[in-house]
């Protein structure tokens, strides 16, 4: 398992996920973007993820540690990175940061962090095992990964 700070340097700490433009409609009225978009943008991140190394359907069944730094304003792009931490027998957790690039080609910096946890699940939406071969594109993971529960 590893830490939940940052990557060297301040860098983000795992691999880009997703990257979206924050809009008008995302925010409030006074123009910061709502909490729960961003949320949702994360959890889409580690559904991603999470549906890659799964090699199928996942659901999200727990966000822990969630913690916001910085506000997101209409006009920064999103980006959000992920770094699986521990891999169960059905379930990934994952520690996802959104980062902010302000004027869309500014600094960037970040915004919020959390850990999501989403369990492999079939076409019933019942619980099922992790594949135990590494799915391709995932090779980067293997470091990530704890024995199977």
């Known amino acids: 398992m ?15 996920a997703t990257r979206t433009l924050a809009m ?21 991140a580690g559904g991603i993820t999470a549906g890659t190394f799964a090699a199928g359907r996942v659901a999200t069944v727990a966000v822990d540690a969630m913690t916001f730094h910085r506000p997101v304003y209409v006009g920064d792009v999103l980006c959000t990175y992920a770094d699986i931490i ?3 027998r059905t379930s990934l957790a994952i520690h996802i940061e959104a980062w902010a690039q302000r004027g ?5 910096v970040k915004v919020t962090q959390g850990v999501f946890t989403f369990v492999a699940i079939d076409d019933q939406g019942k619980p099922r095992p992790l594949p135990e071969v590494m799915v391709s594109g995932t090779d980067h993971l293997t470091d990530k990964e704890e024995p199977a529960a």
């Open 2 to 16: 590893t830490s939940e700070t940052s990557g060297p340097a301040g860098q983000p700490r795992g691999a880009l």
């Open 24 to 44: 008008p409609a995302d925010a409030n009225p006074s123009g910061d973007i709502f909490g729960g978009w961003v949320l949702s943008q994360m959890d889409i």
């Open 86 to 88: 521990r891999r169960g």
């Open 104 to 108: 869309r080609q500014g600094d960037r």
